[in-house]
């Protein structure tokens, strides 16, 4: 039934976080995040996923991902194609007016939001930067940037997306070194002499990250180094396919007032009984 597909899933974020939680107490993390993420690679046949969707202003958008197919069972990974993915893509394809010149999505996975950013935002983008705590799923994300961009997409729009930046970079959440690094490079990537302004993120996007209370506060502080020098336009974009428990809600207000952040809910159609609900919120600087 659909309640307990919503609960499988939510059981299977939980478990992720106890088995990242008691590897990341012993001080092994990364062997944790190959044993999550890699454990998938090279043992899950993969599918094409293709997607298709027309925009506010009439003009069609195409995206196909690879990604591991079959049902992930107990443990979630970003190698698989989650719901809350195509929703946000959905959601920016509906949304006009937005200008973004730097776009990082977190815990990218298969990058369906990214790419779907890299056609709708071509005109104004300079860099798209996708980060995850995978090495795999970086990997999953690049190899399907090449697939969209150097075959489903025409010559000309080609073309026109060599100027923009495609970075990948691991990332750990609430780590204030590992965000500044990330924002140093994106500088020395796209600054040159001639023009060597500080730079900021425009829009960090995010599908079905948060999948216990524990990993709000990192998040979240994430989100707030990265839209600091944009503080008065940044903002981020989170979508989720399951609703999060009261403890969770509750640990999102707080740390938001914490730091100085607000959100505002814009879609929600999550109820139980709901096969295809989805809430997509905004998180900005107050």
Excluded at 90 to 102: G, N, V
Excluded at 150 to 174: C, N, P, Y
Aim: glycine share 6%; aromatic share 8%.
């Amino acid at each position: 039934s659909t309640e307990k597909d919503s609960d499988l899933k939510t059981s299977s974020f939980a478990f992720l976080f106890k088995v990242h939680k008691r590897m990341s107490d012993e001080g092994s993390v990364d062997d944790c995040y190959a044993y999550i993420g890699f454990m998938f690679e090279g043992s899950e046949p993969t599918r094409l996923e293709q997607f298709e969707w027309v925009g506010a202003d009439g003009k069609t958008v195409k995206v196909s991902v690879k990604a591991a197919d079959n049902n992930p069972g107990a443990l979630q990974s970003g190698h698989y194609l989650w719901a809350a993915a195509p929703a946000l893509a959905e959601h920016l394809i509906s949304s006009p007016h937005m200008y973004p010149e730097i776009v990082v999505e977190l815990g990218a996975g298969c990058a369906l939001p990214t790419l779907t950013a890299l056609q709708i935002y071509s005109k104004s983008l300079q860099a798209l930067i996708v980060t995850d705590h995978d090495p795999g799923c970086l990997q999953k994300a690049t190899e399907n940037y090449e697939l969209n961009t150097k075959t489903l997409m025409k010559d000309d729009f080609v073309d026109q997306t060599r100027s923009i930046h495609f970075l990948q970079e691991l990332l750990a959440w609430g780590d204030r070194d590992s965000v500044q690094a990330l924002i140093l490079k994106m500088q020395s990537t796209i600054n040159t002499p001639e023009n060597d302004k500080p730079l900021g993120v425009d829009l960090v996007l995010g599908s079905d990250l948060i999948y216990c209370s524990e990993v709000v506060k990192p998040l979240l502080v994430t989100v707030s180094l990265l839209l600091f020098n944009k503080k008065a336009t940044g903002e981020c974009i989170l979508s989720q396919s399951f609703a999060y428990d009261i403890e969770t809600e509750l640990e999102i207000d707080a740390v938001c007032a914490e730091i100085g952040l607000e959100r505002v809910v814009v879609v929600d159609s999550l109820k139980k009984s709901s096969k295809n609900g989805v809430k997509i919120q905004k998180i900005r600087w107050n």
